[in-house]
């Protein structure tokens, strides 16, 4: 079975930089076809895809994010990561990793649990 483990700091000081990293089991993530992906939840509203990064490890990050995020991988680790500066307030929020059964089509298959990061000073 899949599972995928989100871990980082739970608490970010304002234009600080945020690491978080999925670690995958259960599956390769540089398996065809898959694509895995950062996504986040701010208190009270919906879910955010914030990148993605693919089985050939091409990324690609939201527009209006671009400047502040960078997401790589460690294949030797089989895990993931997402870097996102310059946090502020409007960071805070639920950050999801999930995979894509293939890279375009949309669909989640497995998630983590969810690690929630809060930015204050």
């Known amino acids: 079975q899949v599972q995928l483990q989100e871990s980082g700091p739970g608490l970010v000081k304002p234009s600080q930089t945020l690491s978080l990293t999925c670690t995958v089991s259960?599956?390769?993530?540089?398996?065809?076809?898959?694509?895995w992906h950062w996504v986040r939840q701010p208190p009270g509203k919906g879910l955010e895809c914030m990148g993605t990064?693919?089985?050939?490890?091409?990324?690609y990050t939201r527009p209006d994010l671009k400047s502040r995020i960078s997401i790589s991988r460690d294949t030797s680790k089989n895990q993931f990561t997402l870097q996102l500066r310059s946090m502020t307030p409007e960071d805070t929020a639920v950050y999801y990793c999930?995979?894509?059964?293939?890279?375009?089509?949309?669909?989640?298959?497995?998630w983590g649990k969810g690690t929630l990061v809060t930015v204050f000073s």
């Open positions: 259960g599956d390769s993530i540089t398996a065809d076809y898959y694509a």
């Open positions: 990064i693919d089985y050939l490890g091409i990324t």
């Open positions: 999930a995979r894509e059964i293939a890279v375009g089509s949309g669909g989640m298959d497995y």
